[in-house]
């Protein structure tokens, strides 16, 4: 199974701030990487999918980069309804997911 | 617009087995570039991908390798609807259970509304 660890687990900022979220694949899988927000009692929006396309109808602070193992989701001027938890996916073997990165308000 | 009904109980007993339904709208559970997934989230496991069902001339089923030998995915193209099946459950398979729609490209765009699921007696 390919593991996806992200970093950091927890992160505290503020509305206007500049927010990057990494993660990391134990082996390479090419840009078959995508994002989510969860909010709680809800299921998971997709935000970026092949690492770096947007979503239909995502904001463009949005943005996802990298390729093979390291991959980043930055949001380039935190807004209140960004405070969630953000998930990366790959979908190069099977499906997995990273352990979360919530984000709130500092 | 896809969008995706899930139905079935919140509470199953140990070792009985889980079923779930996921209707369809907006789109063919047969159609020849989705795929219906299912996903469940617990706070020990995560988000853990189950499996999945999709129509390419013939009908296909990928599934997780923790799982493979307690799951089933079942198509309904009268209902346009997919069915998941769980047995032997534990408490372990206590989770929100979500169906999703995916195509190669974009994976999991399209989610149900999550199915709480309590394994116990």
């Known amino acids: 199974d390919i593991q996806m660890t992200q970093s950091p687990s927890t992160l505290s900022a503020s509305v206007g701030d500049r927010v990057t979220i990494t993660c990391r694949a134990s082996?390479?899988?090419?840009?078959?990487l995508a994002w989510y927000q969860q909010k709680p009692g809800k299921a998971p929006k997709l935000l970026i999918y092949?690492?770096?396309s947007l979503e239909s109808g995502v904001p463009s602070r949005f943005s996802g980069s990298g390729s093979g193992t390291e991959f980043t989701l930055t949001i380039s001027s935190l807004q209140p309804d960004d405070f969630a938890t953000y998930y990366c996916?790959?979908?190069?073997?099977?499906?997995?997911f990273g352990q979360g990165t919530k984000v709130e308000i500092k | 617009q896809v969008q995706l009904q899930q139905s079935g109980p919140g509470l199953v007993k140990p070792s009985q087995t889980l079923s779930l339904t996921c209707g369809i709208s907006?789109?063919?559970?047969?159609?020849?570039?989705?795929?219906w997934n299912w996903i469940r989230q617990s706070p020990s496991r995560g988000l853990e991908w189950l499996g999945k069902?999709?129509?390419?001339?013939?009908?296909?089923?990928d599934y997780a390798v923790s799982v493979k030998s307690r799951i089933t995915i079942n198509p309904d193209t009268s209902k346009n609807q997919f069915s998941l099946h769980l047995n032997s459950v534990t408490p372990e398979d206590t989770a929100v259970y979500y169906c999703?729609?995916?195509?190669?490209?974009?994976?999991?765009?399209?989610w149900g509304q999550g199915t709480l699921v309590t394994v116990s007696s």
């Open positions: 999703a729609r995916s195509t190669s490209e974009i994976t999991f765009h399209s």
């Open positions: 907006g789109d063919s559970v047969s159609s020849n570039s989705a795929a």
């Open positions: 069902t999709y129509y390419r001339s013939k009908w296909y089923n």
């Open positions: 082996q390479s899988i090419s840009n078959w």
């Open positions: 092949k690492a770096s």
């Open positions: 996916q790959q979908y190069s073997s099977y499906r997995t």
